[in-house]
């Protein structure tokens, strides 16, 4: 889906235009998104497997739940609305902690210029894993991996269909404040 997109400055600051993610991602416009990690008290983290069907890392293992800050819409309102989309879980605004918001500015071999905030919430996953959805054109499947899983990946980062190498940093900062929320 095409939808509109708030374009921000190269600091993140919203700029008042609005442009179709597909004109932001051809132009490289800087522009926000949400991420949503999900644990569980038992120290699981919630992986979802990129759809097949995406033209970016498809089939890569990555963050629970991510997805474009519609124009007009908080951080946390495309949160919301994404983890509803693509996991069918319904959570309210108390469910999640915004833990920062980090630069993504990636280009890929298919021409599309990715210059992303990552605005990144973490919350608790209350439901057994069955009882997610997957959005087939979003999610091919979903996981809970132990902490000590987690670090395998992160040490092996790049390998098996796990995180994207490059985000490393990322990820480590993820985990740590998913620790310190549980301990």
């Known amino acids: 889906m095409d939808e509109f ?28 998104t949400a991420h949503v990690w999900l644990y569980t008290k038992d ?9 097949s069907k995406k033209s970016i890392c498809p089939l890569l293992w990555d963050v629970s739940v991510a997805g474009h800050i519609d124009a007009g819409e908080t951080a946390k309102q495309a949160a919301i609305r994404e983890t ?8 309210i605004e108390n469910d999640l902690n915004l833990i920062g918001i980090f630069k993504c ?17 973490i919350g608790e996953l209350k439901v057994p894993l069955p009882e997610l959805t997957p959005q087939e054109d979003e999610v091919e499947a979903l996981k809970l991996v132990s902490f000590k899983e987690f670090e395998y990946f992160l040490e092996h980062i790049g390998k098996d269909m796990h995180f994207v190498a490059i985000n490393k ?4 900062e993820v985990y740590q404040k998913i620790r310190m929320q549980i301990v």
């Open 84 to 91: 509803l989309e693509e996991i069918g879980l319904k959570l």
């Open 5 to 32: 997109i708030d374009v921000v400055t190269k600091d993140g600051k919203l700029t008042g235009r609005r442009e179709l993610k597909s004109i932001i991602h051809k132009e490289g416009l800087y522009h926000h």
């Open 105 to 121: 500015f990636q280009n890929y071999d298919n021409g599309l210029i990715d210059n992303e905030f990552h605005n990144t919430f």
């Open 169 to 172: 940093a990322y990820y480590q």
């Open 43 to 51: 120290k699981k983290i919630l992986l979802a497997q990129r759809s």
